[in-house]
């Protein structure tokens, strides 16, 4: 059996590695001239946590991970105003999670893609055309593909399934918030800012900074935005938007990239009634982004394309395949979605009261009995993958 793959994400790659593992052939493609690397931090929790352990994925991601103790909230001075404890979040998901670079995950997972996997960098997918046996796929180099399945893994704006399911606006919940992350080179600035990770205790905008395992800062932005339409010049945005701000955020704004360095988008959701179509399917953010605030999207793409590896390998029927991959998988995401969208309003304060419950919601968190349920509200009431026996 023979499957192309459309992006060389987290999904993608997480794909790539169990299907070729299980005897298919498996070409990838992927948009960018080399793998991306850097990216933004992520909380490695939940489903993916354990998927990552089934398939001894786990030991790399712990030496990739970054030692983060807590978030600090901080004034424009960078003075604390309030502190969420890891250890405590921690507890919530039993221990069981990783502070990764979205970079160092794939990374980890291109390390260990075998032989059967072709990845072919700076090309995507151009036209595609199901047949009863297969799909013929065109890619933008113009040359041809004839394969038994085709898996979307290209993200948000997933050109798989503007080409197959129709029109981005037709799945695309935007929740209100554009988001960017840079990669900052300035020995100078990680030795200001140290071993912290802090984040403006601020309102409708929020800037973070940590400085990551390997040398750099990471810099991460969220702000609230009525118009869903991205700006022209994000760089110029992120300017006017954090200007005014103290700590160390001019100098941080001085680094600021352009695309692609600058990575910018829309905080969203992609719900869609159904994952596949013939011999088409979807998977990771192209599907069923949760979004930022849901803080699982990354575990989800390892688990989706886990469960819709495992369920290819058992046999040649696909549609059968892509249905219980679908029916297993869809109740948690929209579980996470529902999740991810209460959390917009903690996240982000639109006033100052909502700031000052925010802070004392955190010193809450330190007390014993409340610790639990406030962490396991943050972690999602399941964070097991759907099927892997006893985690499950
Ligand atoms: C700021 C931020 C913070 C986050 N924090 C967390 C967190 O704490 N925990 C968590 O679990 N998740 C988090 N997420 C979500 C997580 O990053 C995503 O859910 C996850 O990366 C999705 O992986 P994916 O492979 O499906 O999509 P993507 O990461 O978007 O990868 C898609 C791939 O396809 C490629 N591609 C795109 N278009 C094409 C095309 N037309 N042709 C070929 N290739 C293409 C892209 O270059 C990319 O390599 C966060 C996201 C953001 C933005």
Redesign the pocket.
């Given at each position: 059996m023979r499957a192309l793959i459309?992006?060389?994400?987290?999904?993608?790659l997480a794909l790539a590695r169990t299907l070729g593992e299980s005897g298919w052939d498996v070409v990838v493609?992927?948009?960018?001239p080399e793998p991306?690397g850097g990216g933004?931090l992520?909380?490695?929790f939940g489903p993916g946590f354990d998927v990552a352990e089934a398939t001894g994925l786990l030991p790399r991601l712990r030496e990739l991970a970054n030692p983060i103790q807590g978030v600090e909230y901080v004034d424009a001075y960078g003075r604390t105003t309030a502190t969420l404890d890891y250890a405590r979040f921690a507890d919530a998901v039993g221990g069981r999670l990783l502070s990764l670079m979205?970079g160092d995950v794939e990374l980890a997972l291109y390390e260990t893609v075998g032989d059967p996997v072709e990845l072919r960098f700076g090309r995507?997918?151009d036209a595609v055309e199901q047949r009863p046996s297969g799909v013929v796929v065109t890619l933008s180099d113009g040359t041809r593909e004839d394969v038994d399945l085709l898996v979307g893994?290209?993200?948000?704006?997933s050109?798989v399934r503007e080409l197959v399911f129709g029109p981005e606006r037709e799945y695309f919940r935007y929740l209100g918030f554009h988001?960017a992350?840079y990669l900052i080179d300035d020995p100078g600035l990680r030795e200001r800012l140290g071993g912290r990770f802090a984040l403006t205790d601020s309102i409708d905008r929020q800037f973070g900074l940590y400085a990551v395992r390997g040398g750099g800062v990471t810099a991460?932005t969220v702000h609230r935005s009525a118009d869903p339409e991205l700006p022209d010049d994000p760089q110029r945005t992120l300017r006017e938007c954090y200007g005014g701000f103290g700590w160390l955020v001019p100098d941080a704004l001085a680094h600021c990239p352009r695309p692609p360095r600058l990575y910018y988008?829309q905080v969203a959701q992609i719900e869609m009634p159904t994952w596949s179509d013939g011999r088409v399917a979807l998977v990771?953010?192209?599907c069923q982004?949760v979004s930022?605030l849901a803080?699982?999207?990354?575990?989800l793409?390892v688990t989706g394309a886990h469960l819709l590896a495992t369920e290819l390998g058992k046999g040649d029927d696909i549609p059968g395949a892509l249905a219980r991959y679908e029916r297993r998988l869809l109740p948690l995401v929209r579980e996470k979605q529902a999740a991810g969208r209460k959390t917009a309003e903690w996240f982000l304060p639109r006033s100052r009261a909502r700031l000052l419950a925010r802070r004392g919601l955190l010193r809450a968190m330190r007390v014993p009995g409340l610790r639990r349920a406030l962490g396991g509200a943050l972690a999602g009431r399941s964070f097991r993958a759907p099927h892997l026996g006893s985690a499950a």
């Amino acid at each position: 059996m023979r499957a192309l793959i459309c992006g060389a994400g987290i999904a993608g790659l997480a794909l790539a590695r169990t299907l070729g593992e299980s005897g298919w052939d498996v070409v990838v493609v992927e948009r960018s001239p080399e793998p991306r690397g850097g990216g933004y931090l992520i909380d490695f929790f939940g489903p993916g946590f354990d998927v990552a352990e089934a398939t001894g994925l786990l030991p790399r991601l712990r030496e990739l991970a970054n030692p983060i103790q807590g978030v600090e909230y901080v004034d424009a001075y960078g003075r604390t105003t309030a502190t969420l404890d890891y250890a405590r979040f921690a507890d919530a998901v039993g221990g069981r999670l990783l502070s990764l670079m979205r970079g160092d995950v794939e990374l980890a997972l291109y390390e260990t893609v075998g032989d059967p996997v072709e990845l072919r960098f700076g090309r995507t997918v151009d036209a595609v055309e199901q047949r009863p046996s297969g799909v013929v796929v065109t890619l933008s180099d113009g040359t041809r593909e004839d394969v038994d399945l085709l898996v979307g893994a290209d993200g948000v704006h997933s050109r798989v399934r503007e080409l197959v399911f129709g029109p981005e606006r037709e799945y695309f919940r935007y929740l209100g918030f554009h988001t960017a992350a840079y990669l900052i080179d300035d020995p100078g600035l990680r030795e200001r800012l140290g071993g912290r990770f802090a984040l403006t205790d601020s309102i409708d905008r929020q800037f973070g900074l940590y400085a990551v395992r390997g040398g750099g800062v990471t810099a991460f932005t969220v702000h609230r935005s009525a118009d869903p339409e991205l700006p022209d010049d994000p760089q110029r945005t992120l300017r006017e938007c954090y200007g005014g701000f103290g700590w160390l955020v001019p100098d941080a704004l001085a680094h600021c990239p352009r695309p692609p360095r600058l990575y910018y988008d829309q905080v969203a959701q992609i719900e869609m009634p159904t994952w596949s179509d013939g011999r088409v399917a979807l998977v990771g953010d192209a599907c069923q982004a949760v979004s930022l605030l849901a803080g699982q999207g990354a575990s989800l793409a390892v688990t989706g394309a886990h469960l819709l590896a495992t369920e290819l390998g058992k046999g040649d029927d696909i549609p059968g395949a892509l249905a219980r991959y679908e029916r297993r998988l869809l109740p948690l995401v929209r579980e996470k979605q529902a999740a991810g969208r209460k959390t917009a309003e903690w996240f982000l304060p639109r006033s100052r009261a909502r700031l000052l419950a925010r802070r004392g919601l955190l010193r809450a968190m330190r007390v014993p009995g409340l610790r639990r349920a406030l962490g396991g509200a943050l972690a999602g009431r399941s964070f097991r993958a759907p099927h892997l026996g006893s985690a499950a």
